[in-house]
Nanobody
Framework: QVQLVESGGGLVQAGGSLRLSCAASGRTLSNYGMGWFRQAPGKEREFVAAISWSGRSTAYADSVKGRFTVSRDNAKNTVYLQMNNLKPEDTAVYYC?????????????????WGQGTQVTVSS
């Protein structure tokens, strides 16, 4: 069993930056592909970014490409999402998720473990 806890969300003006962290306990994250997803009110949960167990492979949604960077520190059992040049449309609850196996996925249902989410609000 893996427990995931996100942190780092908050209120920021458009153009600002935030760094989300996802700390894991229960198992070492080095065995898991990791993903970040977000869900805005009234919308479905959507893929944001993902990273393989080694950190060598990453993927991003087109809407965040060039602005967001996903990374991981397996020694600290933590995954990060650096978010720059934030836009009001980035406002959502952000979730990290873990899937068994070394590879990542962009599909919500591919992930087994989920954090409770952290709110990101971007004002215009």
């Amino acid at each position: 069993q893996v427990q995931l806890v996100e942190s780092g969300g908050g209120l920021v003006q458009a153009g600002g930056s935030l760094r989300l962290s996802c700390a894991a306990s229960g198992r070492t994250l080095s065995n898991y592909g990791m993903g970040w997803f977000r869900q805005a009110p009234g919308k479905e949960r959507e893929f944001v970014a993902a990273i393989s167990w080694s950190g060598r492979s990453t993927a991003y949604a087109d809407s965040v490409k060039g602005r967001f960077t996903v990374s991981r520190d397996n020694a600290k059992n933590t995954v990060y999402l650096q978010m720059n040049n934030l836009k009001p449309e980035d406002t959502a609850v952000y979730y990290c998720a873990a899937r068994t196996g070394p590879n990542y996925s962009t599909v919500v249902n591919a992930y087994v473990y989920w954090g409770q989410g952290t709110q990101v609000t971007v004002s215009s």
